[in-house]
């Protein structure tokens, strides 16, 4: 079943780290209901904005934490929230192999999970699951989709 969270027109970098935000409310009220571990399945081309999502989101999720893409590292995590947030980039993925080598079905049932680049791992990603879709459609322009997976 998918359901609907959000959708976004966004003509700065500003707008979509605000999205982000918004995803990140609605993920701490679950969390605040009860509901944990929530993953975050991100899809978009380079330079779509997926790291300012994140960084977004980790303003309300832990909040002074520096956001970076983990390119080379695959996994960031900030701590500064009640939930960790453990933010991934799964852009060298090839293979579970790869998944289990960085330790990334642990960190599933530890925290919160955002994943850049999850079309490298669409077998292997948890259900339920939240997905989030940017399109590029200018030079500073993006349509965001958000929605449940469940």
Not at 104 to 120: L, T
Request: aromatic fraction near 10%.
């Amino acid at each position: 079943m998918e359901q609907t969270i959000g959708t976004y027109v966004c003509g700065s970098e500003a707008e979509t780290e605000s999205a982000g935000e918004a995803l990140a409310r609605t993920i701490e009220e679950k969390e605040e209901e009860g509901v944990r571990g929530a993953f975050v399945a991100m899809y978009g081309e380079l330079g779509a904005g997926k790291t300012a999502f994140v960084r977004g989101m980790a303003r309300v999720l832990s909040p002074g934490s520096t956001v970076r893409s983990p390119t080379y590292t695959v996994v960031n995590e900030y701590g500064r929230g009640k939930v960790p947030l453990y933010h991934f980039d799964l852009y060298r993925i090839t293979d579970d192999d790869d998944l289990y080598s960085v330790g990334y079905y642990d960190y599933i049932d530890r925290g919160i999970c955002v994943a850049e680049w999850s079309e490298n791992a669409q077998d292997s990603l948890p259900s339920p699951r939240y997905e989030v879709k940017i399109d590029k459609t200018g030079e500073n322009t993006r349509n965001i989709a958000v929605s449940y997976i469940g």
